[in-house]
């Protein structure tokens, strides 16, 4: 059981790059969620996905973000044209059931753009 | 906005002493838990309480929630220099969506001196 499964660890872009970072969810867990974190700060919902719909995106960003869970895959979260305010630390979640409530987190992504 | 809120925002203890963390929410919610997160890490799920519960214990933490108080605490009992993390407290709670949705508080950095 690999757990759930972030990559890249580090992630260097250019401003006006995209960025795009994966997760695979632990074996069996149908929902992922995306948190941001900036340096010394807590985690910032940012999505909450099943597979092949978005259920809750109210904590992403509209213009630039985007985030899709495919049938097949890992999930995906795409920062278009990044700037330098989207370096974070970028962590999945994933758990088996609504309502079971525990999140089994990846590593996290972390972003630094120059 | 973050629905939970860490008291103090850092603390720093001796080894053997007894750490405790409070944490405030606002809304109803269905469960609380309580997640650590070392530096550079992803969390790491430490306990959960629901919310017809008020206080749990496994291994050297005990956790209260005070529910019309919207509170609760971590107490880690004799305390290592192994625990010295950033601890964070998360509320389960069905949105007016429908779904569950769980939100991060601010959280407590945590130095224990050998």
């Not at chain 1, 985030?67 to 989207?86: C, N, T, W, Y």
């Not at chain 2, 203890?13 to 606002?26: D, P, W």
Request: with cysteine.
């Amino acid at each position: 059981n690999a757990g759930v499964m972030q990559n890249p660890r580090h992630l260097v872009r250019r401003r006006g790059q995209e960025a795009r970072l994966r997760c695979s969810p632990m074996k069996g867990h149908s929902h992922v969620y995306w948190y941001r974190q900036l340096p010394e700060e807590g985690l910032k919902f940012m999505v909450y996905l099943q597979k092949e719909n978005i259920i809750d995106e109210s904590g992403m960003p509209k213009e630039r973000f985007s985030a899709e869970f495919p049938k097949e895959g890992p999930s995906i979260l795409r920062i278009q044209q990044v700037v330098r305010g989207d370096s974070a630390a970028y962590f999945c979640a994933s758990s088996p059931l609504q309502g079971v409530g525990v999140l089994t987190f990846g590593a996290g992504s972390r972003l630094t753009v120059l | 906005s973050q629905q939970g809120e860490e008291d103090p925002q850092a603390l720093s203890i001796q080894e053997g002493e007894n750490a405790t963390m409070n944490c405030s929410y606002k809304t109803s919610i269905n469960n609380l838990q309580w997640y650590r997160q070392n530096s550079g890490r992803g969390l790491v799920h430490l306990i959960l309480i629901r919310s017809n519960e008020r206080e749990k214990h496994s291994g050297r933490l005990r956790v209260t929630l005070d529910t019309s108080k919207k509170s609760s605490s971590l107490l880690i009992t004799a305390s290592r220099a192994a625990d010295t993390a950033s601890y964070f407290c998360a509320t389960d709670a069905v949105n007016s969506g429908g779904y569950q949705k769980v939100t991060f508080g601010t959280g407590t950095k945590l130095q224990v001196i050998p």
